[in-house]
């Protein structure tokens, strides 16, 4: 199976929303294998209209007309986008006090866009091979958190469990919800719907609202599928394997039995055979496995110092800062290697934050992220990049951008890093001992930072071990780095 990256939740202004739906799908195709763009649909129980509410029900609607009007448009735009690069998805939101938010995800370009009151009816209805994808699920039971009493898996098989509204899993994950929409309600989260007997996958997307597609650090997803088609890609999607991560690619690998995440098995023996490999962007912190939500294995702590044969490492560039609230600030960057060679390069770029257009926003700001982040071109020795930043909102929400390179080599190849003219040239070696930053300007200066390297000891690791328990089991994976970025792999079922 191959790894497969996309964003199925994310808007623009083809209803409330910034950004051209060209530009948004144009910015997935930057750096996304794939990408569903959302339009607000409809809000079937939506609050009574009163002096109050009149902002809210008036701006909702207002939204949910414009993709009616348009609907026709969006459809073709995104069939149209539909390439063997690059895979897009029919979808639309469904808001719902009662069920909980939910999106409808199809590969149908002829997807009709109708008005129902729950997802199953919604699903049914529209006459297509779709799921439903339930999202912010955590929010409070009859204010758009889910439902755990109407949920059906078979509607719903995948379940959004993070996003820029925070982190679903559990009242103790990371990322805590701070929207105004409310905070995170434990009856609401996945561990809940787990507890329940329910069959269901893990995936993140951002909710972006300003048309940039898998926007750095708030969420998307990995599928696992025989080749990049809509075709395996909606297979892997249908069959629950997959997984979210908050920022970072962390590439993960899980199976029990040989079953991969997301399969639903029958219960054979009580002795089940446990594998994972992990490779991340950054040391990975800990790996926890568990069993019926109860950690059964955690490998914490791991390695902290590079071993003297590793021969691979990651160097990531991170670049923003200063006081440039409005302004977008350029940046250019490249990395050369001598005797050594590039082997990838992983993007990590942000559009302007916006979760949800308010009252003190207009239409003025529709181009917000007409922003040309993008990979410039890479090669064995050399990765060069463009990106735009602007200052970060407060010294805890970062706004900015980065470039992680991975290098096979030794401690002593020479990395050469020049970002807008500054250029150092330095070893591995010394990379893994600290990083460095330099400064634009004098005073409240926009600044990149280059992370002291890691090397392939500290962000990969695999394990394999047996497990008897009596009875039905699911096994999942959660993932930590110390730079605080996560994976959430989906469950294997055994019953």
Known sequence: MNRYWGDLHNHCGITYGYGSLKHALDRAKSHLDFCAVTGHAMWPDIPERNEETAFVVDFHRRGFQKLYDHWEEVRHTIAEANTEDFITFQAYEMHSSLYGDHHIVTPDDSLPLIYRDSPA???HDSGCDGITVAHHIGYTPGYRGINWDLYDPAVTPLIEVCSKHGCGMSETAPYPYYHNMGPRDSRCTVY???KRGFHFGFVGSTDHHAGYPGSYGDGKLAVLAESKTRSAIWDGLK????YAVTGDRIKCDFSVDGHLMGSIVPLTSPRHQISYQVEGCANIDKIVIYRNLNPIHIAEGLTMMPKSEDNRYKIRIEMGWGNNEQELFPWKGRIRVSDGQILEA????????VLAPSASQDVSQDNINEIDNRILSISDDSVSWQCFTVKN????????CAVIAEIQGSRDTVVEIEVNGHCRRTSI??????GYSEHMKPYHSQAYKVHTAVSCSQYTAENSFTDEWEGPAFYHMEVAQTNQQWAFVSPIFFE
């Open 192 to 194: 809940e719907g787990l």
């Open 239 to 242: 069959n629950r394997r997959t």
């Open 121 to 123: 009816q919604l699903l």
């Open 429 to 434: 070696g010394e990379l893994c001992r600290y």
């Open 346 to 353: 992983e993007p990590c770029f942000r559009g302007r934050s």
């Open 393 to 400: 909102p407060s010294p805890v929400q970062p706004q900015t």
